[in-house]
């Protein structure tokens, strides 16, 4: 149906900057809300950064506001997170969602329909 694909992820130091890039192919028929989690070892996958489907709104996690920014680009359908000020606590691997009928930029793993399969984020003191 919809097949999402992250790149970008690395082995980083901290306060380096990264950018993550999600792909969007298959049932691309209207724009989607897309968001950011991530998964650190032992953790739960909790919410980054999430963008509407215009681009219009945005919605951050606390721990990575002023840091880490969410854009699209509609024509391309692709998503980026771009991450700067990198900490080592951002290490996880982070999986880029989809929420078809999502009006609002939902925080919630089960808003969101399409999953990616992750890229994983490494952050060394």
């Known amino acids: 149906q919809v097949l999402l694909v992250e790149s970008g992820g690395g082995l980083m130091q901290a306060g380096d900057s990264l950018r993550l890039s999600c792909a969007a192919s298959?049932?691309?028929?209207?724009?989607?809300?897309t968001a950011w989690f991530r998964q650190a070892p032992g953790k739960e996958r909790d919410f980054v950064a999430g963008?509407?489907?215009?681009?219009?709104?945005?919605n951050y996690a606390d721990s990575v506001k002023g840091r880490f920014i969410i854009s699209r680009d509609n024509a391309k359908n692709t998503v980026s997170l771009q991450m700067n000020s990198l900490k080592p606590e951002d290490t996880a691997v982070y999986y880029c969602?989809?929420?078809?009928?999502?009006?609002?930029?939902?925080?919630?793993?089960?808003?969101?329909?399409?999953w990616g399969q992750g890229t994983q984020v490494t952050v060394s003191s």
């Open positions: 969602a989809a929420s078809v009928y999502s009006i609002n930029v939902p925080n919630q793993r089960s808003e969101y329909r399409y």
């Open positions: 298959g049932r691309t028929n209207r724009d989607f809300t």
């Open positions: 963008i509407s489907r215009g681009g219009g709104r945005t």
